[in-house]
């Protein structure tokens, strides 16, 4: 038995290591490899590309179903003599999972692909979200985008990372519920113009998006003109604010009732000597206001809804 344990422990922890096309080693196995490039070492350093596998388990909702899916995460990630990361590649995929069998559907429920260095599986209030960061390089800030672990689709993006402010915020209407039977809830985050992988839709300053548990409802385009329009802009400051109570400005999680309203705000500096933006614009359980909304700091922008499509 000891014998077996440590051939298994001496298997688990052993590197293959062959020589490959003249300056690249493979060092690993299967969907656990890196790629080694010496020909940079004298320039700089070595190249060093990884590709690996996480797994997860994930409970769909309703969750009184019991129905789960097997979430399978691929990571290409490559860092040396260059700035930034290349390859920087998250892939994301679910299928049906057997969890009192261990059975695994072969076909996939959902999957995407997208730029990033790193993902996880969130938990806690935001049960149901997968996260993928991707640093920012040379000016640009980092990006954290938001996936829905039920549909694949994307729910979020922001730059608000350096910000105090959770980088993405939820509203649940406690009194609201949909064809599922799961509580109407409806995620908020935003981005500026200067991130790593922008999700906006539009060329914008800033956007803010709006999403259920399966997708983006719709965004708010922050449209700078002339000039504006070009220059650089970061965001300084994003928060909620529930209508007559202020002291909710800084949590993460808000709930409403239906006829609750509640407040975004929204602060972008630019990289110029334009004023700061200060936007706040009212949310309730139909969405963004755009036309109530309350600007300081510029008459040059304007703010455009887009509706997206049901998935």
């Known amino acids: 038995m000891k014998m077996r344990s440590w051939l298994v422990a001496?298997?688990?922890?052993?590197?293959?290591?062959?020589?490959q096309a003249g300056s690249l080693i493979a060092i690993g196995q299967s969907s656990n490899l890196a790629i080694l490039d010496t020909k940079t070492a004298d320039s700089c350093e070595p190249t060093l590309t990884e590709h690996f596998s996480r797994y997860s388990i994930y409970q769909l909702s309703p969750y009184q179903t019991g129905h789960h899916v097997l979430i399978e995460q691929q990571f290409d990630v490559g860092r040396g003599c260059f700035e930034g990361y290349s390859p920087a590649k998250v892939s994301v995929s679910a299928k049906h999972l057997d969890a009192k069998f261990g059975g695994v559907d072969k076909k996939e429920l959902w999957s995407f692909t997208t730029e990033g260095i790193s993902g996880d599986v969130l938990g806690s209030v935001l049960h149901g979200v997968y996260r993928v960061d991707?640093?920012?390089?040379?000016?640009?800030?980092?990006?954290?985008?938001?996936?829905?672990?039920?549909?694949?689709?994307?729910?979020?993006?922001?730059?608000?990372?350096?910000?105090?402010?959770?980088?993405?915020?939820?509203?649940?209407?406690?009194?609201?519920?949909?064809?599922?039977?799961?509580?109407?809830?409806?995620?908020?985050?935003?981005?500026?113009?200067?991130?790593?992988?922008?999700?906006t839709p539009t060329k914008a300053i800033g956007t803010i998006f709006l999403a259920n548990r399966l997708s983006v409802v719709e965004t708010i385009s922050i449209l700078g003109e002339g000039q504006l329009?070009?220059?650089?802009?970061?965001?300084?400051?994003?928060?909620?604010?529930?209508?007559?109570?202020?002291?909710?400005?800084?949590?993460?999680?808000?709930?409403?009732?239906?006829?609750?309203?509640?407040?975004?705000?929204?602060?972008?500096?630019?990289?110029?000597?334009?004023?700061?933006?200060?936007?706040?614009?009212?949310?309730?359980?139909?969405?963004?206001?755009?036309?109530?909304?309350?600007?300081?700091?510029?008459a040059e922008i304007s703010l455009v809804r887009t509706v997206s499509p049901s998935p």
């Open 134 to 199: 991707m640093p920012g390089c040379c000016s640009a800030a980092k990006t954290s985008k938001f996936f829905s672990l039920e549909t694949g689709r994307l729910i979020g993006s922001t730059t608000s990372e350096r910000l105090s402010s959770a980088p993405l915020l939820k509203v649940d209407f406690v009194d609201r519920y949909d064809s599922q039977g799961v509580v109407e809830a409806r995620f908020i985050s935003a981005e500026d113009n200067i991130a790593s992988t922008p999700q």
């Open 229 to 298: 329009g070009t220059e650089e802009w970061w965001l300084s400051e994003f928060n909620l604010d529930k209508e007559n109570y202020p002291e909710e400005l800084s949590k993460e999680v808000m709930s409403l009732s239906g006829k609750d309203m509640a407040k975004i705000h929204i602060k972008l500096k630019c990289r110029c000597d334009a004023k700061p933006l200060d936007i706040t614009i009212p949310l309730t359980i139909n969405g963004l206001n755009e036309k109530s909304s309350i600007i300081n700091g510029s």
């Open 10 to 19: 001496f298997l688990y922890t052993f590197c293959v290591i062959t020589a």
